[in-house]
């Protein structure tokens, strides 16, 4: 049975509507955009441009279309990006004429929306569901490997399907579809093998010629399917620290899943029992934990400001997050018992390269407590 839990963007929704005429709404396929929409803005008049016939009547028509009702959403408005200049003109001649678009296109949907509706625009992204909203619906697994397991796409979550079969599934139908859309790729079963390798690197440095190697491909190959699996919200490349912030362009990048549902799926894992036991069940660990506090940083912050720091020595930190001047460094252990080895990145870091605000270490053990200067999270009690 479907239920709706709540999102923590929907204040943020709700208000910017109040004064922008147009809100763009993006994110992965089967995010949760689409229920989102319905249930803060229910009186509007909701088209999906997927249909074949609505396109259609949009593509021929596009004043028509829009004049349907003063307020309207829109879903998958990448579909015609014509449609942004019409709504431009209509919002400029009569703002109180209301749109909510939704695309699953970061690239070509952003690129149109500034150069189309700047100064018009609230934009939201809309990732799956966060583990501060499954804690306030009460809908948390006590399990941690469970909660890694079935990922967080409202499809498994809200709806009860099973997690083998439909991250499979999604798999096959909106990563191949969005590949084909974006590239017009010709080599489908050498992407699929690219995305297990990738998976399989979870949480570590990227190496485009080595995954090139292994798939058989072209390095630029590889960089452009990496493109499109950020332009299509699956992954996240994570940038080094650096004090000088020009080093951080030129420094290689840490990939991780935005949803650990799907990385379990490309990894084969078909049980949440068979997490503890995998080779990669520490870096799946740290991506569930990185893809968090992304989806935190995205909803509260509007872009992200986390990076890892790594040395050639051997000192790293997993995970730094930067506010103005204000630094928070993490270490991340799937090990339920705290052990003082946990420290030591932290007190390098602290000690040599920039004082921080806050040390933490996030692990997999249920009880949360501060330790000398460094708290001590629980996987459950994140953010």
Same mark, same amino acid.
């Given at each position: 049975?479907?239920t709706? +839990?709540?999102r923590?963007l929907e204040?943020f929704i709700?208000?910017?509507?109040?004064?922008?005429p147009?809100?763009?709404?993006?994110?992965?396929?089967?995010?949760?955009?689409t229920?989102l929409?319905k249930h803060l803005?229910?009186?509007?008049?909701?088209?999906?441009?997927?249909?074949?016939?609505?396109?259609?009547?949009?593509?021929?028509?596009?004043?028509?279309?829009?004049?349907?009702s003063?307020?309207m959403?829109i879903d998958?408005?990448?579909?015609?990006?014509e449609?942004f200049?019409? +709504?431009?003109?209509?919002?400029d001649?009569?703002?109180?004429k209301?749109?909510?678009?939704?695309?699953?296109?970061?690239?070509?949907?952003?690129?149109?929306?500034?150069?189309?509706l700047a100064?018009?625009?609230?934009?939201?992204?809309?990732?799956?569901?966060?583990?501060?909203?499954?804690?306030?619906?009460g809908?948390?697994?006590d399990s941690?490997?469970?909660?890694?397991?079935?990922?967080f796409?409202?499809?498994?979550?809200a709806?009860g399907?099973?997690p083998?079969?439909?991250?499979?599934?999604?798999?096959?139908?909106?990563?191949?579809?969005?590949?084909r859309?974006?590239?017009a790729?010709?080599m489908?079963?050498?992407?699929y093998?690219f995305l297990?390798?990738i998976?399989?690197?979870?949480g570590?440095?990227?190496?485009?010629?080595?995954i090139?190697?292994e798939?058989?491909v072209?390095?630029?190959?590889i960089?452009?399917?990496?493109?499109?699996l950020?332009?299509?919200?699956?992954?996240t490349?994570l940038?080094p620290y650096h004090?000088?912030?020009?080093k951080?362009l030129?420094?290689s990048a840490?990939?991780?899943?935005?949803d650990?549902?799907?990385?379990?799926?490309?990894l084969?894992?078909?049980?949440?029992?068979?997490?503890p036991?995998?080779?990669?069940?520490?870096?799946i660990?740290?991506?569930?934990?990185?893809?968090?506090?992304l989806?935190?940083?995205?909803?509260?912050?509007?872009s992200?400001?986390?990076?890892?720091?790594?040395?050639?020595?051997?000192?790293?930190?997993?995970?730094v997050?930067e506010?103005?001047?204000d630094?928070n460094?993490?270490?991340?252990?799937?090990?339920?018992v705290?052990?003082?080895?946990?420290?030591?990145?932290?007190?390098y870091f602290d000690?040599?390269?920039? +004082?921080?605000?806050?040390?933490?270490?996030?692990?997999?053990g249920?009880?949360?407590q501060?330790?000398?200067?460094?708290?001590? +999270?629980?996987?459950?009690?994140?953010?």
């Amino acid at each position: 049975m479907k239920t709706y +839990i709540n999102r923590l963007l929907e204040p943020f929704i709700k208000k910017t509507a109040e004064t922008m005429p147009v809100i763009v709404m993006t994110g992965p396929r089967q995010s949760g955009k689409t229920t989102l929409a319905k249930h803060l803005f229910p009186d509007y008049l909701y088209v999906n441009l997927e249909f074949p016939d609505i396109r259609l009547f949009a593509e021929k028509d596009p004043r028509g279309f829009l004049k349907q009702s003063d307020t309207m959403i829109i879903d998958e408005i990448q579909r015609i990006p014509e449609l942004f200049s019409y +709504i431009q003109g209509i919002v400029d001649e009569d703002p109180s004429k209301k749109y909510i678009l939704t695309g699953s296109n970061n690239f070509s949907l952003m690129h149109t929306v500034s150069q189309s509706l700047a100064g018009r625009v609230g934009i939201f992204s809309v990732f799956p569901f966060s583990i501060s909203e499954l804690r306030q619906a009460g809908m948390l697994s006590d399990s941690l490997n469970k909660t890694i397991f079935q990922g967080f796409y409202p499809r498994v979550i809200a709806d009860g399907n099973d997690p083998v079969s439909w991250y499979q599934g999604y798999i096959q139908t909106y990563l191949e579809r969005d590949v084909r859309d974006m590239s017009a790729i010709h080599m489908i079963e050498r992407f699929y093998t690219f995305l297990r390798i990738i998976a399989m690197r979870v949480g570590s440095i990227m190496n485009y010629a080595t995954i090139a190697t292994e798939v058989g491909v072209a390095p630029n190959t590889i960089r452009g399917w990496i493109t499109i699996l950020e332009a299509s919200y699956i992954i996240t490349l994570l940038q080094p620290y650096h004090t000088n912030t020009k080093k951080r362009l030129i420094k290689s990048a840490k990939l991780y899943f935005n949803d650990t549902g799907l990385l379990c799926s490309l990894l084969g894992i078909s049980n949440e029992r068979d997490i503890p036991n995998n080779s990669l069940s520490g870096f799946i660990f740290e991506n569930y934990v990185i893809a968090e506090y992304l989806k935190n940083e995205k909803i509260f912050a509007g872009s992200h400001n986390l990076y890892f720091y790594r040395d050639h020595e051997g000192n790293e930190v997993d995970m730094v997050s930067e506010h103005g001047i204000d630094l928070n460094i993490f270490e991340i252990k799937l090990n339920k018992v705290f052990s003082n080895d946990f420290v030591k990145g932290l007190k390098y870091f602290d000690s040599n390269i920039k +004082i921080v605000k806050t040390r933490n270490i996030i692990y997999g053990g249920d009880i949360s407590q501060k330790i000398g200067d460094v708290s001590l +999270i629980s996987w459950k009690d994140i953010l």
